[in-house]
């Protein structure tokens, strides 16, 4: 589901944080629990005196977002990893005069981005973060990013922490759409340290076991997941 706030976010919430990058979530009272990451890589020290690149994935614009982008370094680009999710990367991105980046594949994205656009394929421009498709259908295109060295795995929508994503304990939930067909393929092959979501805060302790079950569970789960997203729906 596309979600558009016209005002930029006047608070943000901390989340995710680490050495190699950080989460946040703007407008913390949101259902939905949008969330937005910053990944650092080594970069061009004439660039920051830190000599650190922060890119920025999906972001959500908030007050004070660019001071705590800047503990980690220097924006070096901005990066659309989901279809729906152009956010507000082109703020971001015109404000620190970086392109947008997205996956080859999206070819109607870029006409919603008032902003200068580059591309990449199975590595984000030199980051050494290499991009995995999730999805690809004519309704929805997904990327997701993973980071060998530091054990990272950002995956924007197809699993989330977010109570409309779980059934009953799971830390980690496929979403709601694809969990007749989860994505098991393209995620299975991972065993990361930390999976960081589009939707909620990440899981950040034994997320390996968190991302199999999830995928495990997915279909298993789903009665429950659409029961509890009727419920949602019925006056109170």
Same mark, same amino acid.
């Given at each position: 589901?596309?979600?558009?706030?016209?005002?930029?976010?006047?608070?943000?919430?901390?989340?995710?944080?680490?050495?190699?990058?950080?989460? %946040?979530?703007?407008?913390?009272?949101?259902?939905?629990?949008?969330?937005?990451?910053?990944?650092?890589?080594?970069?061009?020290?004439?660039?920051?005196?830190?000599?650190?690149?922060? %890119?920025?994935?999906?972001?959500?614009?908030?007050?004070?977002?660019?001071?705590?982008?800047?503990?980690?370094?220097?924006?070096?680009?901005?990066?659309?990893?989901?279809?729906?999710?152009?956010?507000?990367?082109?703020?971001?991105? /015109?404000?620190?005069?970086?392109?947008?980046?997205?996956?080859?594949?999206? @070819?109607?994205?870029?006409?919603?981005?008032?902003?200068?656009?580059?591309?990449?394929?199975?590595?984000?421009?030199?980051?050494?973060?290499?991009?995995?498709?999730?999805?690809?259908?004519?309704? %929805?295109?997904?990327?997701?990013?993973?980071?060998?060295?530091?054990?990272?795995?950002?995956?924007?929508?197809?699993?989330?922490?977010?109570?409309?994503?779980?059934?009953?304990?799971?830390?980690?939930?496929?979403?709601?759409?694809?969990?007749?067909?989860?994505?098991?393929?393209?995620?299975?092959?991972?065993?990361?340290?930390?999976?960081?979501?589009?939707?909620?805060?990440?899981?950040? @302790?034994?997320?390996?076991?968190?991302?199999?079950?999830?995928?495990? /569970?997915?279909?298993?789960?789903?009665?429950?997941?659409?029961?509890?997203?009727?419920?949602?729906?019925?006056?109170?």
């Amino acid at each position: 589901m596309a979600f558009r706030v016209d005002e930029r976010a006047s608070e943000f919430q901390v989340i995710d944080r680490f050495d190699g990058g950080v989460g %946040w979530i703007a407008h913390p009272d949101e259902r939905m629990q949008r969330a937005s990451h910053a990944l650092v890589v080594d970069g061009d020290q004439t660039r920051s005196a830190s000599g650190k690149d922060v %890119w920025v994935f999906d972001p959500v614009d908030a007050e004070g977002l660019d001071q705590l982008l800047a503990e980690y370094g220097e924006v070096a680009g901005v990066v659309v990893l989901l279809d729906r999710h152009t956010r507000d990367a082109a703020a971001i991105a /015109n404000r620190h005069d970086v392109p947008v980046y997205l996956p080859a594949t999206y @070819e109607d994205v870029s006409e919603e981005i008032d902003a200068p656009v580059a591309r990449f394929t199975s590595e984000l421009s030199d980051t050494g973060f290499e991009a995995h498709t999730v999805v690809d259908n004519r309704f %929805w295109q997904e990327v997701a990013i993973y980071d060998p060295e530091r054990g990272t795995l950002l995956v924007p929508e197809a699993v989330g922490t977010v109570s409309y994503f779980l059934a009953g304990d799971e830390r980690l939930g496929v979403h709601p759409m694809l969990r007749p067909v989860p994505p098991t393929d393209a995620l299975s092959g991972f065993a990361p340290e930390r999976v960081l979501v589009g939707h909620g805060a990440g899981v950040t @302790e034994s997320a390996a076991v968190a991302l199999e079950e999830a995928l495990l /569970n997915a279909r298993r789960g789903a009665p429950r997941v659409y029961a509890g997203a009727v419920r949602r729906l019925l006056p109170v």
